[in-house]
């Protein structure tokens, strides 16, 4: 199983990007897909997350501004990021809770990185 995660880029304070994550490989079912992102010198922390039951959570500082969204068929979620301020650079990750086969358990699974730089 592999995530590949893409769209991170350099955008300006008030701008927009959207970001990617597409999951391949032996996968029998999906649980959580989330993104997460981690500063310089800081530790990792929760974005949001899009639960396949179809509701989402949001950490607090992006409520309002970022958009969590998946497509179950494509095994993808997306992040539109409006409003972008300088506090959201960082290397943003995606991660998904992955059944392989219906013998195993489900598994965390990370993508690789994709890095947002805002300027103010």
């Known amino acids: 199983v592999q995530l590949q995660a893409s769209g991170g880029g350099l955008a300006q304070a008030g701008g927009s990007l959207r970001l990617s994550c597409r999951a391949s490989?032996?996968?029998?079912?999906?649980?959580?897909m989330g993104w997460y992102r981690q500063a310089p010198g800081k530790q990792r922390d929760l974005v949001a997350i899009a639960r396949s039951g179809g509701s989402s959570i949001y950490a607090d500082s992006v409520q309002g501004r970022f958009t969590i969204s998946r497509d179950n068929a494509k095994k993808t979620v997306y992040l539109q990021m409006n409003s972008l301020k300088a506090e959201d650079t960082a290397v943003y990750y995606c991660?998904?809770?992955?059944?392989?086969?219906?013998?195993?358990?489900?598994?965390?699974?990370w993508g690789q990185g994709t890095e947002v730089t805002v300027s103010s």
């Open positions: 490989g032996v996968i029998f079912r999906i649980n959580d």
């Open positions: 991660k998904a809770d992955i059944q392989k086969t219906i013998s195993y358990g489900f598994d965390d699974y």
